[in-house]
């Protein structure tokens, strides 16, 4: 029995990348492209590459925690709204914001196979006490 394409995507972004080595092959496509613009600029990255990035963050940080706002799915493309949080090894008692993230993902074979994703860091203004479900916006 198949896993929805919005489980996946889900299930892996709240998955504890940090502490299970298998996430990666359990979630990503060997097939896997993701397009990544951030501040860096364009990043075009391939299942190897990411497991290579993955690697690095699990000896950067100590925990990393997601909070969804949006997941919503239109066949087998998935989009996900989302902010991560981290605890750096040197500083496992601080959280830290890092960045806001929104990405498309198409899921094939129950694996995320092709992604799109943009990124901005944090700044002071996107620092508040309410998650992501307790704000709300006035209209003009």
């Given amino acids: 029995m198949s ?3 919005k489980q996946v995507v889900k299930d892996f972004h709240q998955a ?6 298998t996430i990666l092959e359990n979630y990503f496509h060997k097939d ?3 397009i990544w613009n951030s501040a860096d600029g364009l990043s075009i990255m391939y299942y190897d590459d990411l497991i290579a990035f993955f690697l690095e ?3 950067t940080y100590n925990d990393l925690r997601i909070e969804i706002s949006h997941l919503l799915q239109d ?3 998935v989009t996900i709204r ?3 949080y981290a605890r750096t090894i040197e500083n496992p008692e601080e959280e830290l914001g890092i960045s806001n993230f929104i990405g498309i993902w198409e899921v094939k074979d129950d694996k995320m196979y092709r992604g799109h994703l943009v990124s901005q860091a944090l700044t002071e ?3 508040t006490t309410e998650s992501y479900h307790n704000l709300k916006c006035e209209m003009r």
């Fill in 32 to 34: 896997l492209v993701l």
């Fill in 75 to 77: 066949g087998n493309q």
């Fill in 82 to 84: 989302y902010k991560y």
């Fill in 3 to 5: 896993t929805s394409p």
């Fill in 57 to 59: 963050i699990r000896r």
């Fill in 16 to 21: 504890n990348i940090i502490n299970d080595e």
């Fill in 125 to 127: 203004m996107d620092y």
